[in-house]
């Protein structure tokens, strides 16, 4: 059987600094953006001829952090609870043969100033560092099939968590306003999410949960269908 090798043409620089968080696919958070910058020798300016005439990429990258856990030929999806078993091959899990992804992604803009190539993209469901193996344009009339049945994800996920802010968190937010001006609406939307593991989301406790964002560490509570960010803490 043949082998092959592949060179990481870039890495993400992502608002996810964990995995814990990060949305479960793209296009879920629309405050969540970051750039692909592009390694040499890949970000010459002529690799990237043409590209702005495009909306949206795929981008193939690497589940770098959890690459060296291996496979498994069964998986527990996010979707069904974290209970129900399906094939590998019938979800989006990470642990996969080959530890490789993809990603629908907006593309704002092409940046190719002082020798180096930089994408701006939006509402990206990578953490931060990711590696990345090839762009490819996205093309509606090949690749958007509005009737196609998609199983048990069929419909985008309900955001069903009301998000609030303690007097603590609103004064911290005040603080950093003008370097972070859509901070509160950036966490509103990650959280909203509900990035817990599945099995704990009928869980009823007082356990605090805690994210890197940014350059912050966000603790919060969930009551129910509530959650409530205690404090936002520069790291």
């Given at each position: ?7 990481p ?51 193939i ?93 069929q ?81």
């Amino acid at each position: 059987m043949n082998t092959y090798q592949m060179n990481p043409i870039g890495h993400i620089s992502s608002p996810y600094k964990e995995k814990f968080a990060v949305p479960r696919q793209p296009g879920l958070i629309q405050d969540g953006g970051g750039q692909l910058i592009l390694h040499t020798p890949y970000n010459h300016p002529d690799a990237v001829r043409g590209l702005e005439q495009f909306s949206h990429l795929w981008l193939i990258f690497v589940f770098h952090q959890t690459a060296q856990q291996g496979w498994h030929p069964l998986v527990r999806p996010p979707r069904l609870g974290g209970n129900t078993k399906m094939g590998i091959f019938a979800t989006r899990s990470t642990f996969r043969p080959n530890p490789i992804g993809m990603s629908l992604v907006e593309l704002k803009k092409v940046n190719t100033q002082n020798q180096s190539v930089v994408l701006d993209l939006s509402s990206l469901d990578l953490v931060d560092g990711t590696p990345v193996l090839d762009i490819k344009p996205y093309l509606p009339f090949a690749e958007s099939r509005p009737n196609a049945i998609a199983g048990f994800a069929q419909e985008a996920p309900d955001n069903e968590m009301s998000v609030f802010f303690s007097q603590l968190a609103l004064e911290q937010l005040q603080h950093y306003a003008n370097e972070y001006p859509h901070l509160s609406r950036f966490i509103t939307q990650v959280l909203q999410q509900d990035p817990r593991p599945a099995y704990k989301k009928n869980e009823q406790s007082n356990r605090i949960y805690a994210v890197h964002l940014l350059e912050f560490n966000v603790r919060w509570q969930v009551s129910g269908q509530q959650t409530l960010v205690l404090d936002i803490e520069p790291r």
